[in-house]
């Protein structure tokens, strides 16, 4: 027998080997096995296929052990990987390497995953019957200790019950480690009843899941007269379509219909997916679904230790898995045995797609198709849907169901535009915040009422500029100036995590006067304390959300009202709940409108709104204070008048125009190399072999905005295809020409990958 087999590595294919005659039909497909490969001793690898076809041309190499008879993997979970490999372009090797929780791919035995396991008590087969444990206690007459300890076992474990109505369901599972610490007993007692036949231990794997205290009880809200009718309108899509959009305003109660829709799957024992575009929404939805579904929810993401990700992931391999999983984008590779429906919150939200490293996957669209390979339905919630997903509704893929009405018609928030450039001329700004804004903070404060402020740049300031001389610290290893952070009194680079303290006198001129240009969230918090000194200020950015407690308490300080005003990122624009917001300050909208993207428009779209639905969810109509210097934008127009069908209409026009997505297809190819003149060689060719291939549809090579990062330079070159254009091809062609060039003396040390869609 041979193995086809997948390593932890980023190259392509699969590899074989040869299986020892004795492991018989113990190897399946989804199994690990460790392998020699290269002059790294051995890898955990997983099988793909097997095979009795020996391959030609090479030796074939022994497989060294097999890790476990039970697979790891569903087939279906293999599938999915290689439609990602194909899809995005990528070693499945990677996909691989991003799938599986670290425990479970740990080429070294030692640091691999360790169940947790207990010492368990019972009696042993020949004390099980009722007679027979009466007569242990009359054994135990000169041995009062072991008789006590016996009794306690006989209390907790309620076995003489069982024993009696002859259901050994009803006895309880002890453990030797409570069992002794409830009679005060030790180990010598306890043993000489094992010595004595009586009771006999066993081995146990505990839970490391945080399953939190819940009820077992489902109850729902009743769901309004509008939000019962948005209900009925995706069961009904569901009928004739896969995909359903619920295109539902901002606290309109989607998350509530959600919650029915789960309800139902699992009344039908299907497996629910609730994919969250970032973890630090996961703790308050979490709350919510606990209250209705108690344990049958686990929740799976990075913040999680990996041990726990690895009994989950076990968990779900077993007889008794989560019905409900909430997890952000790395949950599409979990195991799931019966998927019936899954729902992907804030769908239009850009944190869904992996940047880096390969697979470079969008959470959203894998999900699509991991519903689609199970024959699930896939809702697709948001208040501002992706271009993608709507174009996809228009066109009839998708089903469309509109949820405009807020819960108990509370007010969409008032949008009031200020124009930053106006103030600054009038000198009425106060740092970072207009007049306007100033105002509306102060009454807040004054009503008891909180408020949100998003920038969406962390550290100090984005960059300090010499007063004589201008000049600026730059990363060495990155064409981007360095941030300053002030707690820290140092400047990184954030695209590298490079990190230098900050100068005491300029290294150019010795001058010794520094300006701060631009603000980050740390210097707006700084900002607040000197206007409103008594306010309660809070930071949220990747800076104070690097652990899970640190996110937890900052919205914990939120909900309770600890904290006034709440600065922060775009972390603060999605999805959070909170009662007493009444105002939100966009502080700079132009960072985002500015964006070289093409979807740039779309996203501050998107951003700008979610975050004015922050404001004034319950009692009273919110205000929004939105700063910038291009007031006249269509785009803030759009978001002032809630306008979607515009947006999507001029930006649809401008896709067309310049053959962007959804409209064509649009794949990235990139090229890194730590030599310039080589990387321009190279681009310029590998453009050229590109045009050959597919014509006029090749833009570049073009110059990034940050053109080198991490030492290394980088290139750019564009492909635009038709929507109806054969894709598969066009891949198989895309790694040809890659395999080309890296097998080329001069290229082989460059980097080439691929960034679709
Ligand atoms: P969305 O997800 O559309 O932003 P949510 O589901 O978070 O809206 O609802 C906003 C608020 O209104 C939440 O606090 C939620 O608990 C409450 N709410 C919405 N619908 C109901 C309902 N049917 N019954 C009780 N409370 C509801
Ligand atoms: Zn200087
Ligand atoms: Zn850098």
Not at 102 to 118: A, H, I, N, Q, T
Not at 606 to 631: C, D, E, F, Y
Not at 732 to 748: D, G, N, P, S, V
Request: proline share 5%; with cysteine.
């Amino acid at each position: 027998m041979f193995a086809d087999v997948i390593l932890p590595l980023p190259l392509d294919g699969t590899f074989t080997y040869a299986l020892p005659a004795e492991w018989g039909y113990r190897v399946k497909p989804g199994c690990r096995l460790t392998v020699p490969f290269g002059k790294k001793k051995s890898y955990s690898a997983i099988v793909l296929r097997l095979h009795d076809l020996r391959p030609e041309g090479y030796e074939v190499k022994d497989a060294i052990e097999l890790l476990e008879d039970a697979p790891i993997l569903l087939p279906s979970q293999l599938r999915l990987w290689q439609w990602m490999a194909d899809y995005y372009l990528c070693p499945i090797g990677s996909v691989y390497k991003a799938a599986l929780p670290s425990g479970l791919k740990e080429e070294d035995e030692e640091s691999g995953y360790k169940p947790k396991m207990v010492q368990m008590v019972r009696l042993t087969e020949a004390y099980a019957a009722e007679d027979r444990l009466v007569g242990a206690f009359i054994e135990l007459k000169r041995s009062p200790k072991q008789a006590v300890l016996l009794m306690k076992y006989t209390e907790m474990s309620k076995v003489a019950a069982s024993l009696t109505m002859k259901d050994p369901t009803l006895c309880l599972e002890v453990e030797k480690q409570e069992l002794l610490k409830a009679c005060d007993s030790n180990t010598t007692i306890f043993n000489a009843l094992v010595e004595k036949g009586i009771l006999e231990t066993y081995e146990k794997q505990v839970d490391r899941l945080d399953v939190g205290d819940a009820s077992d009880q489902m109850v729902l809200h009743l769901l309004s007269p509008a939000q019962k009718f948005a209900l009925d309108g995706i069961y009904k899509q569901f009928e004739e379509k896969n995909v359903c959009l619920l295109h539902g305003v901002t606290s309109s109660g989607k998350t509530e219909v959600y919650i029915h829709l789960i309800y139902n799957m699992i009344e039908q024992k299907k497996q629910v997916l609730y994919l969250l575009p970032e973890i630090v929404l996961t703790t308050q939805l979490v709350n919510r679904l606990k209250r209705v579904f108690g344990n049958r929810l686990g929740v799976y993401h990075s913040k999680f230790s990996d041990a726990q990700r690895v009994e989950l992931w076990q968990k779900q391999l077993s007889h008794n898995p989560y019905d409900i999983i909430v997890g952000v984008r790395s949950s599409v590779f979990l195991p799931y045995q019966n998927l019936g429906l899954v729902i992907v919150d804030e769908e239009h939200e850009q944190s869904f797609k992996q940047q880096d490293p390969a697979p470079r996957y969008h959470g959203r669209n894998v999900a699509l198709m991991l519903a689609y390979m199970a024959g699930a339905k896939t809702l697709l919630g948001t208040a501002t849907p992706s271009l993608e997903t709507y174009y996809n509704c228009e066109r009839g893929k998708y089903g469309k169901v509109e949820l405009f009405e807020r819960y108990q018609q509370v007010q969409l928030p008032d949008i009031q535009v200020v124009n930053v450039a106006e103030e600054r001329r009038k000198k009425m700004m106060s740092g970072p915040f207009t007049s306007v804004l100033l105002k509306e903070m102060h009454d807040a404060l004054q009503n008891k009422e909180q408020i949100i402020l998003f920038q969406n740049r962390r550290g100090f300031s984005p960059t300090v500029e010499c007063h004589t001389c201008g000049w600026v610290p730059r990363c060495p290893h990155c064409d981007v100036s360095l941030t300053y952070h002030r707690r820290l009194n140092q400047v990184t680079c954030h695209y590298c995590g490079y990190v230098e303290p900050l100068p005491r006198k300029c290294p150019n001129c010795e001058g010794e006067r520094l300006d701060n240009v631009g603000f980050g969230t740390e210097r707006i918090e700084d900002d607040i304390k000197q206007v409103f000194p008594d306010a309660q200020v809070a930071r949220m950015d990747l800076d104070t959300t690097r652990s899970r407690t640190g996110y937890e308490k900052l919205l914990h300080d939120f909900q309770n009202g600890n904290t006034d005003i709440l600065v922060g990122t775009q972390m603060v624009t999605k999805g959070l709940d909170f009662e007493r917001v009444s105002v939100v300050g966009i502080l700079n909208a132009d960072t985002m409108l500015n964006m070289p993207d093409f979807r740039s428009y779309e996203h501050a779209f998107q951003m700008m709104s979610q975050v004015a639905g922050r404001a004034g969810r319950r009692n009273k109509q919110g205000r929004v204070i939105l700063q910038t210097k291009t007031p006249d934008l269509p785009v803030v127009q759009q978001v002032v008048a809630n306008d979607y069908a515009t947006l999507y209409r001029e930006q649809m026009e401008e896709r067309r125009l310049f053959h962007y997505p959804p409209l064509y297809r649009l794949v990235s190819v990139y090229m890194k190399h730590r030599y310039e003149s080589v990387l321009n060689a190279l681009a310029y060719e590998m453009a050229q072999v590109m045009r050959k291939v597919f014509g006029e549809r090749v833009l570049g090579p073009d110059t990034p905005p940050v053109a080198r990062v991490q030492s290394l330079y980088i290139r750019k070159i564009m492909l635009k295809v038709e929507l109806n254009a054969n894709l598969s091809e066009a891949r198989i062609r895309l790694r040809q020409i890659e395999k080309h060039f890296l097998a080329q003396e001069q290229f082989k040390s460059a980097q080439i990958y691929f960034d679709v869609d």
